[in-house]
């Protein structure tokens, strides 16, 4: 098993507990998942190759929102989304990093998969969709190992769930994980700004807005999330 990156403190400004809170969590699920998976690449590794290509980009995923949950979680693989223009530069170096990956690319995503097994190690998002082209605007910087990066703020990492959640084309089954990722989201986080999460969830669909913010008041009233 690879040996455990350090983790530094955030830069935010803000109370000590809670400015490392999002470094705490990516060491915690990078450490859950390499003990599940011995040669998994890890999130750092992809972060540090990232920066040195000087590409925009933002940590998704369970690594990118496992601080605001409160939960950390292993994963298999790392989510990342990439700014158009940098989307191409990002793979390529992803790929020269790690040769043993094969780019499989899609509307939405291109995945980096290992040939042998098929399992996807890395997925780099593409801002294809109204939410991902504002997404980059809403990043909460955080700084790990002595690498910066962003993650999804707050209300952006709520707004992904409900399009998560909201989606035709994905597994009911990863539909029941992100409506636990929202609730645990909201419970963690008391002071969610409903202005911006209304603005963002119009982002995902018409409507979007409103739906948003009543799925907040369900989870603090102690309802059922309807999905």
Do not use: C
């Not at 940590?59 to 496992?66: E, M, P, T, V």
């Amino acid at each position: 098993m690879k040996p455990k990156h350090p983790v530094d403190a955030g830069r935010r400004t803000m109370a000590a507990p809670t400015r490392d809170i999002h470094a705490r969590s990516l060491a915690t699920s990078s450490a859950l998942s390499e003990y599940y998976m011995p040669d998994l690449i890890t999130p750092i590794e992809v972060i540090r190759v990232l920066n040195a290509a000087k590409v925009r980009f933002m940590l998704l995923g369970a690594h990118g929102i496992g601080g605001w949950t409160g939960k950390p979680r292993a994963t298999e693989d790392v989510d990342v989304l990439v700014a158009a223009r940098g989307h191409k530069k990002a793979v390529a170096a992803l790929l020269a990093a790690f040769p043993h990956l094969k780019a499989d690319d899609n509307e939405v995503v291109t995945r980096l998969r290992d040939p042998e097994t098929n399992a996807v190690a890395i997925d780099v998002m593409k801002p294809n969709q109204p939410l991902y082209r504002d997404a980059l605007k809403y990043g909460h910087e955080v700084e790990t190992g002595g690498q910066r990066y962003q993650i999804p703020a707050l209300e952006l990492a709520l707004a992904m769930k409900l399009a998560a959640m909201t989606s035709p084309v994905r597994d009911d089954d990863k539909k029941m994980f992100d409506a636990g990722d929202f609730i645990r989201v909201v419970r963690a986080n008391p002071d969610i700004d409903h202005v911006k999460l209304h603005t963002l969830g119009q982002l995902v669909y018409n409507g979007g807005g409103d739906e948003i913010v009543e799925k907040v008041r369900q989870v603090r009233a102690g309802e059922k999330l309807i999905l």
